[in-house]
Each structure stands twice: as structure tokens, then as C-alpha cells.
């Protein structure tokens, strides 16, 4: 049997080792346009950055080493210009050489992978604006950076890779400004989440211009000036485009594939598209997102290695079958990790669902022992069901265990009230008896038992104060004297009881702490005295960053950028 790959990196290049392991005879060729089969896309960031120091160390296999191990022809600089599904036929173009032939297949694999998304704005063909998906795009940012020595920059774009590389342009002493026209980084967070990023990004340097859309770009004697739409424009020694992804299908295309989302390829559960004997997997693909069932594009390595594992399992004979991806991600942000699975709150009730959400900031490890640090939990699940749709968390250690048990109790199914059952490890170094995961399973059985009843922040502009309900903050004077939510008094949670006759019982009572643990303890001591109490999820903590960071924005999209 001979199989043709078209493209490596993680989906073609796992599909020609996994293809080797299950076929020792088969003839397996992939071609590759660029110089580099398989390389670390989410290192790239940090050898700009000089965390990584050797370029040698991002390139993960090598044509020489696939050969010698595999027994796989790995053909860079080699672009496949055309399929042709009814001859089992490409064509190739050799681009060192120039030369064009044609290769047969039995099997065919498409791994293309996308490309940067590229708007249609003049001054996109400036030498000093540059994208970042490839070794040669690292190379060549690097290589203006030693020469040129920027002094700023201005990356259009907040997701995965404009954040990445702000930190590593800062930690090389530039100025970074991101600008981007939602009015938060990281769509995969609720804007709740993603202030604490923002907080994060603008304690260490980082300016913030979010809710601005991009207009174009003009070349000055000192570098670039970025056109905002109703805004003073931003100048920077360079810009890097960080838009987001576009499918890279034209070959799929032109050979009248069936195409999806943004021409994005259509696969079944085995990779398989609409061509006989053509499979495709990775970042060109249409998959299902495994909790709302819809289509999606979700461009990680993580499903794009599984993707291109399955094809060669069913081109093998095996009946693998994907079951689709929930977005398992985890980012570095300078000091702070923030982690999410599953689908959002924003995009939960986007698709139709049910809502209910629980806020937590349990420690990293138990208090005694030295070091803990707070991270900020959202569990977002349906109601009714108590199926687990997604979770998101910001904090320093420990973010990246919590997630992977996150992610796998989603994967197999279970409720969220079952997080309670959850059997995890435990010392002092790591962990607490009371796992946060395990926190936020019991707030959840409490509220699926009636013994916990929530209110959001959304919820608090819609609090009467009139006089008609009580707003009660249980922290103690000194803490809330340092800040506190309009209308709420103050009775520590401590000394409640002794004040519980001041309390009207026919008002219900909202009440706060600064991180929901007391506040919920005097909702139990008022419930238990015949009051009707709700908690306020999150706590002060959480609502104070969220609020701050939008007054931020707000300032930022009034007059043209955020106050680092």
C-alpha cells in the first residue's frame, strides 16, 4: 500500500509514524513545502523570547531522523499544487528545484494545517508587519529583532499567540501594545476570567487597546503606524499579526472536497472526506465540539496528533473513530497560568443551554504550608442534568492539575456534583485534603440539594436598595473599609449571630465575603434562624478585578488605549 501526506507537523508527521508502527511495508511519502517536517508551533514564542536559545531544539524530527527510524520519505521543500481524486494523483512542485511531477496514492492524507489570517487592509505587504505560524516566520521576526533592535511593538490580536509573544517581547525590554476589536483577550475565557489576564498583562507592561478594530497600516521613517477606526492610531517599531487562524484548503477546494466552516474540510469520525481514499485531520478540518455537538474548528496539537493517529488506524484497518475535541488549553502568562476545557459560559448559552455556574478561589496547597497561592475557578454546568459543560482557571501553581481532572470528568461524562466524590492526591506541597476540584463538586451538591442558593455579578445591578432586601458584607471591618460593593453594610460573619435581631425576616438577604467561604457559612447560620439568604458567588475578590477591569476598558475604548 502507498500513502501520500500532504503537510507534517502534528497531524501529517504523528499520521506517518503511526502509519509505520501498523504497516512495516507500506510506502509512506509526505511532502512538505517548507524546510521543517515536524517543529514545536507553540515553542515558537519563547525562541523569540530567548527562553529557548537553540533553534535546533524546536525542530522535533528531521527528514534524516524520520527515515532512519521509520523508513518515511520526507520530502521538504516540496508543495503539492493539485489533487486529482479520480486518478489517485497529486501533483508536486519541487521548490528547490523547480521541477513538477505527479505521485500516486492508494491512501491520501491531508494535513495542511491553516495559515494566518491576513485581512484585507491596506499596508499588510510592510516589511516591518510580520505573522508568527512557522519556523521561517520565528527565524525571520528574530533575525529583525538582533539586527534592527525594536524598541516597540504592537501585536494586533489577543489570543494564544499575541499573548505568548507580548511576554516574550517584553521580557527583551520592548514595549508591547495589544489592540483588538473584542474588549477581552482569550475568547476561550468569559470576560469574568479574562479580567484577571488583563490584570496580569498590565502589571507587567503590557498596554491593552481592546474594542478597537484595525483600519490599516502606514510605513514611517520610524516603523509602523497602526490605523484605528475612531482612534488615534498607535506607532511601534513593528507589528506582528495575530488575528487568529484561517484553514489553508485550496487544494481540497479546487478538487471539489466537501468543505464546512470557513472551507474548512468535512471529515467523518474517521478523518475520512467526501473523496474516496482521502483522508484530512488537523487545523483544515471540521470537527464536532465533544460537549454542544456542533461544528467547530479547534486548532490545537493536541487533536491534530489524534486526528492523524485515527487516519492511519482506519486506513489500517483499525475502527478508530473521533469523538471530537473540547479545547483543552493551558497558557503561560508572565507570573500567572490560566487554563480552560469545555465550552464557556458565553458560549454555552449561545448554544441553548441551561445554565449554572459556581466561582471559587480556593489556595494552590493548604495554608500551613508556606507558598500557596489563590487561583479563581469557574465550573460552568447544566441545569437540571448537572452535566459538566466547561471550567476555566486563573492562578499560578496548580492550575494545570486542576484542568486535566476537569477535563478528564467531562470526557467520561460525569456530573458535576460528582467532583465531590473525586479520590485525589494529597500533601501538604501540593494539594489540599479538600481538593479545589473537590470544593467546587460540594458547592455544587449544595446547590443541587437546596442548601446553597447563589446570586452572580450580573445579578448585583438588579439588587433593590430600597430597603426591600438586606446587602450584607460578612468580611471584617478593616477589609471592608478598604473597598466594599455600594449598598452593602457590614456584620463580620463572626459576630452575626449577635445581630440577627436587626434583621428584618421577611427581606431576603444578599449576602458577600471576600471569597464566597464566609459568606456562605453566615447564609447557613441565617438560614438555619429562618431567613432566606443568597450567596454571592465569587466574593469580593472576584468582583472587585472584574469591575476594575472594566472600568479600564471602558476608559481605554473612550480614548484610545489602556493605562498599563
Known sequence: ???????????????AARLRRLDEHAEII???????????????????????????LLTLQTPESFLSRFRVS?????EVTSLHPERHAVSVKNLETGEDFEETYDKLILSPGAKPTQPKLPGTDIDKLFTLRTVEDTLRIKTYIEKNQPKSAVLAGGGFIGLELAENLRELGMEVTIVQRPKQLMNPFDSDMAAFLHNEMRKHGVKLALGHTVEGFQETTDGVRVLLKEAEPLCADMVV?????????????????????????????HMQTSAPDIYAVGDAVQIKHFVTGQDALISLAGPANKQGRIAADHICGKNSSYSGSQGSSVIKVFDMTAAVTGVNETNARKAGLAVDKVILSPMSHTGYYPGGKVMTMKVVFEKETYRILGAQIVGYEGVDKRIDVLATAIHAGMKASDLAELDLAYA????????????????IENISDGTLTQFHLEDIKTLSLDGSAILLDTRTPEEYERGHVD??????????REHLKELPKEKPIYVMCQSGLRSYIA??????????????????????????????????????MDQA
Not at 1 to 15: F, H, P, Q, R, S
Not at 428 to 443: E, R, T
Not at 487 to 496: A, H, R, T, Y
Not at 538 to 559: H, P, T, W
Open 1 to 15: 500500500m502507498k500513502i501520500v501526506i500532504v503537510g507534517g507537523v502534528a497531524g501529517g508527521a504523528t499520521a
Open 428 to 443: 501538604p506541597p501540593y494539594s489540599s485534603a479538600k481538593d479545589p476540584v473537590n470544593l467546587a463538586g460540594f458547592m
Open 74 to 78: 520526507m520530502k521538504v521543500h516540496h
Open 523 to 560: 447564609t447557613r447560620i441565617l438560614e438555619g434562624n429562618g431567613y432566606r439568604a443568597y450567596n454571592f458567588s465569587g466574593g469580593f475578590r472576584f468582583y472587585d478585578a472584574v469591575m476594575n477591569d472594566r472600568c479600564l476598558i471602558a476608559s481605554a475604548v473612550a480614548c484610545g
Open 30 to 56: 509526505v511532502f512538505e513545502r517548507s524546510g521543517f517536517i515536524s517543529y514545536a508551533n507553540c515553542g515558537l514564542p519563547y525562541y523569540i523570547g530567548d527562553v529557548i536559545t537553540d533553534s535546533d
Open 487 to 496: 449598598g452593602f453594610v457590614n456584620i463580620p460573619v463572626d459576630v452575626l
Open 241 to 269: 499579526l495575530a488575528i487568529g487562524v484561517t484553514p489553508d484548503t485550496k487544494l481540497a477546494k479546487d478538487a471539489g472536497l466537501e468543505l464546512g466552516i470557513k472551507d474548512s474540510i468535512l471529515v467523518n469520525a
